[in-house]
């Protein structure tokens, strides 16, 4: 375990009040060279104070650290060849991206695990491997989110998909209660900090409590500044250069965990650009440095990815983000339309154009994770998204300017512009997404999904399960029903602009009938999406069912402007479906997906009854689920009818 002391930093830390009083300043200097030396008669009433306050502060220490036995974590380890698994699919994914562990280390500590369990060797469950077994879950926990039916180590293991992920829930909950035990000093080190980043990213992958990251990012980012992990190594003369890189490669990682944290939740982001001086990692892999090297290895070509290539091509934009995050979030918006959002947005966009191909062009094949160290599919679409949701929360308060009155309205056009083009980028990379499909042979639903020419499993950034990554699928979709909204009262097009990651932008050079049909895919592809979340996860059903409803409304809306048909080809005339016509249809679509897997389990009258029918049941069932869509629609357009009236108002004084 390294024990890392606090560095307070600011001008009233009490640091700064010492460096005042250089006899005091030289006296400290000359005790920590010499506190190693118990007979120094300089310092022997003072390491006896020492000893006295550890020996007084003992009951309570033991008190506190009443931990769970180490049984009980190491307990909770499932088979080696499932665990071994997961380790891979999390150093070829997750540390590909956010760095945390330094990945031969980890391996090497992996071995002596096994072999001390082998041969039941002395101090086995000790501390550090306590740590260890810690770290081993949370990462198996992170990785949890890409195991399939077909994985033969998790088949083997006795286990399916969703069981690991209800498994992974009990690892997540041991590890907190674990940690939760720790005295307060205990878990100011790396090994805790790693911990709970990998926590954090877990609760994302499998859904546990992942709405509350905000909680545990900003707790995180408090100890990480505590440690002084925000200032430049170079201030810590004693830290040798492995644990230099550890600490640069951590601050990123818990930095952008905040970052996304406030961005998902709208709290204000706990630090500025300006308030730390933590400098890049340097950009060479793992094998290149070890806990015994003297010096740092020279940085690899720009052409050649390592591991932690993301993390700097990312930390590119970092500073653009967090403003674009401390504006987004203010209380007061005061915000220049055509100054600070337009330089932000074209900073932004700069950046992620100046990105390395790998990691922003979504039409290079991707190696399967057997044959490379690193998976390239889920590297790229972490990238662009977390690219995507800053534009979009740039955007977004703007283009929810436009009403059906004002769509005229050239003071924001461009951010209507940047929404569909950034939603249509966002959403474009579910069509390489595996989906659960089933047909609908209703046109007022979404059609069969579009051929997916992906012959093998590739782990995806949609494959987490947390709110932190699939509420911005939703907002993206939506974004795309109000815009083909706006295009029943008005013929223009607003997109012109290809954005890099999105491989349906072919459509936008062509006819309106195209671009049209881009739009309904790509939320068609949305709304298939969330329904396999509904039946295999028994999640999102807030979210299917909404935009369910949106899509059947607005494509009837639009086929009723036109003539009968979406591209104006003309046809029967039809009414317009209804917000009250359309609930009835997402509900018992919603239903049917949640029972699916459930209606087997149970002949007599169990929850497969409901399917059946019985007693005019279903049409109860129905009934109350239309009521609580009607409501959720009624909230969702209240909540963005009155951030769109505070930014008009916000605007109106702008322009006063």
Excluded at 160 to 181: E, K, M, R, Y
Excluded at 257 to 268: H, K, M, R, V, W
Excluded at 513 to 534: C, D, H, M, P, W
Aim: charged share 20%.
């Amino acid at each position: 375990m390294v024990r890392i002391k606090l560095f307070p930093f600011g001008s009233i830390a009490w640091l700064t009040s010492q460096l005042q009083f250089p006899d005091f300043n030289a006296h400290l200097h000359e005790y920590y060279r010499n506190k190693q030396t118990p007979t120094n008669p300089g310092f022997t009433d003072y390491l006896s104070l020492r000893r006295l306050k550890h020996d007084l502060r003992g009951p309570e220490r033991r008190r506190q650290s009443d931990q769970p036995p180490s049984s009980k974590l190491i307990g909770l380890l499932p088979d080696r060849p499932l665990a071994e698994y997961l380790m891979r699919s999390y150093f070829s994914t997750f540390e590909t991206t956010l760095r945390i562990l330094h990945v031969p280390s980890f391996i090497s500590e992996w071995n002596a695990f096994c072999d001390r369990s082998v041969s039941h060797a002395d101090g086995l469950l000790n501390n550090k491997s306590d740590i260890f077994i810690a770290k081993l879950l949370m990462l198996m926990a992170c990785a949890s989110c890409f195991a399939t039916e077909n994985t033969e180590p998790l088949a083997s293991a006795g286990f399916s998909p969703q069981s690991l992920i209800q498994t992974c829930h009990t690892w997540i909950s041991a590890v907190t209660t674990w940690l939760a035990a720790m005295t307060s000093h205990a878990q100011l080190n790396l090994d805790v900090i790693q911990i709970k980043c990998l926590l954090l990213l877990a609760q994302q992958a499998t859904a546990q409590d992942g709405d509350l990251a905000s909680l545990a990012s900003g707790s995180l980012l408090r100890e990480a500044l505590l440690m002084g992990l925000h200032r430049d190594p170079c201030n810590f003369p004693n830290v040798s250069p492995f644990w230099a890189e550890l600490r640069k490669r951590l601050w990123l990682t818990i930095i952008e965990l905040e970052l996304q944290a406030s961005l998902y939740s709208g709290i204000p982001l706990a630090v500025s650009w300006d308030e730390f001086d933590s400098p890049l990692p340097s950009d060479i892999d793992d094998e290149d440095i070890t806990i015994d090297s003297l010096h740092l290895p020279p940085s690899r070509q720009s052409n050649t990815l390592t591991r932690t290539s993301f993390q700097i091509a990312l930390a590119q934009t970092l500073e653009t983000r967090i403003a674009i995050s401390k504006m987004v979030n203010r209380v007061r918006l005061s915000a220049t339309y055509n100054n600070e959002v337009t330089t932000l947005s074209e900073r932004l966009t700069t950046g992620l154009a100046q990105a390395p191909a790998d990691l922003r062009d979504d039409t290079s094949t991707s190696p399967s994770p057997n044959e490379s160290s690193v998976n390239t599919e889920f590297r790229r679409s972490f990238f662009l998204f977390l690219h995507y949701r800053s534009l979009l929360a740039l955007h977004r308060p703007f283009f929810l300017q436009f009403t059906e009155t004002q769509l005229d309205q050239e003071s924001f056009i461009f951010s209507r512009r940047v929404c569909v083009q950034t939603s249509l980028a966002l959403l474009s990379q579910l069509e390489r997404f595996p989906h659960h499909h089933h047909h609908h042979p209703n046109n007022s639903q979404p059609s069969a999904p579009l051929p997916n020419n992906d012959n093998q499993f590739s782990p995806h950034i949609h494959h987490l399960k947390g709110g932190l990554f699939r509420d911005d699928l939703f907002h993206a979709a939506a974004t795309i029903c109000f815009e083909l909204r706006l295009q029943t009262r008005s013929h223009d097009r607003v997109f012109n602009i290809p954005f890099p990651g999105t491989s349906i932008s072919k459509y936008m050079d062509q006819s309106v009938y195209y671009q049209r049909l881009a739009l309904f895919e790509s939320v068609e592809n949305t709304i298939r999406y969330f329904e396999g979340k509904v039946r295999v996860e028994k999640r999102a059903t807030k979210m299917f069912s909404i935009l369910m409803i949106l899509f059947m409304v607005v494509r009837s809306e639009m086929a009723a402007a036109a003539g009968g048909s979406i591209d104006g080809g003309g046809g029967e005339e039809t009414e317009p479906l209804g917000v009250d016509d359309a609930c009835p249809v997402a509900s018992r679509r919603c239903r049917d997906a949640l029972l699916e897997g459930y209606q087997c389990q149970d002949e007599g009258r169990g929850i497969g009854h409901l399917a059946e029918g019985e007693g005019g049941g279903v049409y109860q069932v129905v009934g109350v689920i239309h009521c609580l869509m009607l409501i959720l629609l009624w909230v969702y357009q209240l909540s963005l009818s009155r951030q769109s009236l505070r930014k008009r108002r916000v605007w109106n004084r702008i322009q006063l």
